[in-house]
């Protein structure tokens, strides 16, 4: 059953544990900042749209024997999970970390159809052999999602 707008935030927010919620905000700003350590990315959400922000690693899945990403975003209005990697330049480790969280959420939360599933990488050091890498990554992603997506630390999405 799909389920509309703002809620499939509010469906995923009643699926987690009490636990988990205290990792998920709710973001309604023109500006959405994640950070770890040098790595930065930003929404500019200039629409204002319902964004569920959920710290991942550390915070959401407690589990230490799971790979995990940093940070998960949910577009509420249009259903669409970002599966977010702030990462220095171990690319394919980020890929299994997402990889690894994308199946927790389906299993464990939500069940997401691939054309809501959305995954970047970024990277706050050079990566050698860049070319090569993402597009065998982004080919293998497409049996699990829509699109994924590389970038340089400090860049960002537009939502307008």
Excluded: W
């Excluded at 703002?6 to 309604?28: A, D, M, P």
């Excluded at 589990?63 to 259903?79: A, G, L, R, S």
């Excluded at 394919?92 to 990889?99: F, G, L, M, S, V």
């Amino acid at each position: 059953m799909k389920i509309n707008n703002k809620n499939c935030c509010e469906n995923f927010k009643k699926k987690s544990s009490k636990k988990q919620r205290k990792y998920i905000s709710e973001e309604v700003k023109k500006e959405i900042v994640f950070k770890e350590k040098q790595s930065k990315f930003t929404i500019k959400n200039y629409g204002e749209k319902t964004i569920y922000k959920i710290t991942v690693d550390g915070g959401f899945i407690k589990e230490n024997n799971i790979k995990k990403c940093d940070f998960v975003f949910i577009v509420c209005e249009k259903n669409d999970f970002y599966f977010l990697e702030l990462k220095g330049a171990n690319i394919r480790k980020a890929y299994e970390q997402i990889k690894s969280t994308i199946d927790f959420f389906i299993k464990k939360i939500e069940k997401i159809e691939k054309k809501n599933i959305f995954a970047i990488i970024v990277c706050s050091k050079k990566v050698t052999n860049v070319d090569l890498i993402n597009k065998k990554l982004k080919r293998n992603f497409l049996k699990i999602g829509k699109r994924l997506s590389f970038c340089k630390s400090k860049n960002f999405i537009i939502f307008d």
